[in-house]
Nanobody, 122 residues
Framework: QVHLVESGGGLVQAGGSLRLSCTAS????????MGWFRQAPGKEREGVSS????????YYVDSVKGRFIISRDNTKNTLYLQMNNVKPDDTARYYC???????????????WGQGTQVTISS
């Protein structure tokens, strides 16, 4: 059974940085595409970034391009999201997702983590 645990969320001032981590178990990690999603109160969950199995291809939603960097360490079964120059609009609960296949650039029919809260103060 695939299990994902996110960490690294917290309260940061606008312009600061934060690194999220997602540790996976119960899977062969490099067989899975991984992604980060976020959901703000009253809004739908949206894809933020994704990374293919070997890490050779990445995708970012326009609002985070140039500020966020997704990476993965297949030796540690861990996914990362480096968040730089954060903005109040980045405030949301961030979820890690894992899927064997992709759809629309993101893991399809993913397994979800429980999420980690990111709050950006202005």
């Amino acid at each position: 059974q695939v299990h994902l645990v996110e960490s690294g969320g917290g309260l940061v001032q606008a312009g600061g940085s934060l690194r999220l981590s997602c540790t996976a178990s119960g899977l062969t990690f490099d067989d899975y595409a991984m992604g980060w999603f976020r959901q703000a109160p009253g809004k739908e969950r949206e894809g933020v970034s994704s990374i293919k199995w070997s890490g050779s291809r990445t995708y970012y939603v326009d609002s985070v391009k140039g500020r966020f960097i997704i990476s993965r360490d297949n030796t540690k079964n861990t996914l990362y999201l480096q968040m730089n120059n954060v903005k109040p609009d980045d405030t949301a609960r961030y979820y890690c997702a894992a899927g064997r296949y992709c759809s629309g650039g993101y893991p399809a029919n993913p397994t979800w983590g429980q999420g980690t809260q990111v709050t950006i103060s202005s």
